[in-house]
């Protein structure tokens, strides 16, 4: 199973305060993305991590999304990554190595953009 943990509710380990709030760390303590791939052991009800990336500084209020690409790398969005208006969103391609490597990123400057979903081709038969 993969997961988009946008971190908005992560806890600030000094103050207790979640990210965004108040007295909160900004983009060094809790402030931060991860995606997440679990492995899910249904009749026990236990869930380990297998990987995960640590995205910080990179940290997006909303609308995180993760996929295993058919090559076994992962493809994660980040949608709104500035509390600022006009946003901002970044979708990057990584290596499933304990020190994940970028093979493709995506930087889009004042546009917001909602689940990015990395698609082969438009056209029947042709991969890019």
Do not use: H
């Amino acid at each position: 199973m993969a997961i988009s943990d946008n971190g908005n509710s992560r806890p600030d380990p000094v103050r207790g305060v979640s990210c965004g709030d108040g007295g909160a760390v900004g983009g060094v303590g809790p402030c931060y993305s991860r995606g997440l791939i679990l492995d899910v052991n249904e009749p026990a009800k236990t869930a380990s991590i297998v990987w995960q990336d640590n995205l910080s500084p990179l940290f997006a209020q909303c609308c995180g999304n993760i996929n295993v690409l058919a090559n076994g790398n992962v493809d994660m969005g980040a949608g709104a990554t500035s509390f600022a208006f006009p946003q901002n969103t970044e979708a990057l391609e990584v290596t499933q190595q304990a020190i994940p490597q970028i093979v493709w990123q995506m930087n889009i400057t004042g546009q917001f953009s909602y689940r990015m979903l990395r698609i082969p081709s438009l056209y029947p038969g042709v991969t890019w």
